[in-house]
T-cell receptor, first 114, second 115 residues
Framework: KNQVEQSPQSLIILEGKNCTLQCNYTVSPFSNLRWYKQDTGRGPVSLTIMTFSENTKSNGRYTATLDADTKQSSLHITASQLSDSASYICVVSDSRAAGNKLTFGGGTRVLVKP | EPEVTQTPSHQVTQMGQEVILRCVPISNHLYFYWYRQILGQKVEFLVSFYNNEISEKSEIFDDQFSVERPDGSNFTLKIRSTKLEDSAMYFC?????????????FGPGTRLTVL
């Protein structure tokens, strides 16, 4: 069964600090991996998307990495801001679905404190 | 910037009643999806829809669920006889094309509460 696991479940960081979120997946065959940001009570918003041939991708202060061999990804947030407080969800698509069906991780809830 | 919209934002219903959740996808998108998120749990895929038919559905999407695109703009999810465990946030998403880099854009969700 395809699974996506994230760690930590939650973390608290001070404004201006960096943090790294982890994602491990067992989705096979692998197509692409996405990181989404979800504010409380809102729909997920895409941050990055990577295929198996990509090792890193940035979107402003967000940098995602992917190791397709170990089936791990990370999301690094640089110089955190209060508005970064949200859940960050790792989502993996298998190639059979051609981007159709997404398997979601449980998310990491980030709280940025002043 | 175009966005996916959903109505209502919150729906309260009695167990056994039928509900219809409505979505207006982004206008030039061709692929449509419904997901649900039970409070405190992961987002789960329900169904995908393309070319006026279901292209894939999960085991959650049983005979109690149906989807429809009744006109050129709306995409609906119907639950025929709601159960307590149907209480969740339901997200609609749409995507322009079938390529891997074509993003799914999510709506703000409808919170369904079944009493």
């Amino acid at each position: 069964k395809n699974q996506v696991e994230q760690s930590p479940q939650s973390l608290i960081i001070l404004e201006g600090k960096n943090c790294t979120l982890q994602c491990n997946y067992t989705v096979s065959p692998f197509s692409n991996l996405r990181w989404y940001k979800q504010d409380t009570g809102r729909g997920p918003v895409s941050l990055t998307i990577m295929t198996f041939s990509e090792n890193t991708k940035s979107n402003g202060r967000y940098t995602a990495t992917l190791d397709a061999d170990t089936k791990q990804s990370s999301l690094h947030i640089t110089a955190s801001q209060l508005s970064d407080s949200a859940s960050y969800i790792c989502v993996v698509s298998d190639s059979r679905a051609a981007g159709n069906k997404l398997t979601f991780g449980g998310g990491t809830r980030v709280l940025v404190k002043p | 910037e175009p966005e996916v919209t959903q109505t209502p934002s919150h729906q309260v219903t009695q167990m056994g009643q039928e509900v219809i959740l409505r979505c207006v996808p982004i206008s030039n998108h061709l692929y449509f999806y419904w997901y649900r998120q039970i409070l405190g749990q992961k987002v789960e895929f329900l169904v995908s829809f393309y070319n006026n038919e279901i292209s894939e559905k999960s085991e959650i999407f049983d005979d109690q669920f149906s989807v429809e695109r009744p006109d050129g703009s709306n995409f609906t999810l119907k639950i025929r006889s709601t159960k307590l465990e149907d209480s969740a946030m339901y997200f609609c998403a749409s995507r322009r094309g079938g390529g891997f880099y074509n993003e799914q854009f999510f709506g703000p969700g409808t919170r369904l509460t079944v009493l």
